[in-house]
């Protein structure tokens, strides 16, 4: 591990500005992922902020009616929550599929969304790879590379690494908007399915957040109730990342809404699938991967995707 600097934030407006004036300085949190990148030196930064003292701990009630989640609340105690379990059941159902009980109990709401991708060459520092070097190549899209785990859709030639997070697919299902401080002082609200972006040419680049700008909540709209399910098929039973994800809401009168994980560099959700829901699952997963691009150890996607939604219809 690289030397580094430390010091402890007390105000997100200053931790926001702090980051931004140093140069390689970046947050911590629960350190989940970011400990484990620094120990792969994928990550080496000169400077950390340590947020954990920035008291954005708290679930509170909107007067919306939803719910205001702060960005330092950890898995755990959100997936617990009474009225997430009652009201956005598919939240707790995606945290509690995600990592083991020891991570929930550090990782953060915030971190969790921040994570980067778990792809095989991402993280051999030996391989070339766009997202920790731009312009090196995706050693994933090399002859003979193995790509099961990887992206199906929303990919480009640059990058076919997935985004990793459970909570991110059911944050997406249920329509949130995360809350920032940038490093001038200045608020914004940003919707989920803005918050992460494609890789395109410039896979380097994977949220919509501006140099040192930190969230610090996540916000969930009234609840749309519903039945809700979120599975997770992974090639082992616990501590492991989805081959494919399904989140679910549906409703009395049949319409609903679908979101996946594990297909793509961000949760996978469009409105002209959920309008084919009472089509059956053929029909929507034909329309939330009409541009797949397959390689042929992850094709299987795609069926497996159909299967799923499928067996959580007929449940």
């Known amino acids: 591990m690289k030397a580094f600097s430390y010091e402890r934030a007390i105000d ?12 390689d300085a970046m947050f911590v949190a629960g350190g989940t992922n970011l400990l484990d990148l ?33 960005a330092l609340v950890r898995n755990t105690a959100l997936a617990a929550d009474p009225r997430i379990m009652r009201d956005y059941p598919v939240l707790t159902r995606a945290l509690v ?21 778990r792809c095989t060459y991402f993280y051999d520092t030996a391989m070339p790879c766009n997202k920790r070097v731009p ?45 920032t401080v940038g ?16 890789p395109g040419d410039t896979p380097q680049h994977e949220t919509a957040l501006h140099p040192g700008e930190i969230i610090t909540a996540v916000t969930l ?7 809700q399910s979120y599975q ?9 990342f989805a081959l494919v994800s399904v989140g679910l809401i549906r409703q009395a009168d049949g319409s609903g809404r679908v979101a996946l994980g594990g297909v793509a560099p961000k949760p996978w959700r469009s409105a002209d699938a959920d309008a084919r829901l009472q089509d059956g699952p053929d029909a ?18 795609v069926t497996l995707a159909k299967r799923m939604l499928a067996a959580m219809l007929e449940e």
């Not at 599929?97 to 980067?116: D, I, P």
Request: with cysteine; glycine share 10%.
């Open 12 to 23: 997100p407006a200053m931790a926001a500005a702090r980051a931004a004036s140093l140069t």
């Open 38 to 70: 620094m120990k792969h030196q994928i990550h080496t930064p000169a400077h950390l902020i340590d947020v954990n003292g920035l008291g954005l701990d708290q679930i509170e009630a909107t007067p919306q009616g939803g719910l205001r989640i702060g």
């Open 97 to 117: 599929a995600g990592a083991s009980g020891q991570l929930r109990n550090k990782a953060t709401t915030a971190g969790n969304l921040l994570q980067r991708t």
């Open 135 to 179: 312009g090196s190549g995706c050693a994933a899209l090399a002859d003979g590379a193995v790509s099961r785990q990887l992206g199906i859709v929303g990919v480009s030639q640059s990058c076919i690494a997935t985004h990793p997070s459970d909570m991110a697919v059911a944050m997406r299902l249920l329509d949130a908007t995360v809350e």
């Open 183 to 198: 490093p001038d002082g200045t608020t914004r609200t940003i919707p989920i399915e803005d918050l992460h972006l494609l």
């Open 221 to 227: 709209p009234a609840p749309v109730g519903g039945t």
């Open 232 to 240: 997770k098929m992974r090639d082992r039973a616990s501590y492991a």
């Open 284 to 301: 929507v997963i034909d329309t939330l991967l009409r541009d797949a691009s397959t390689r042929p150890d992850n094709a299987f996607k």
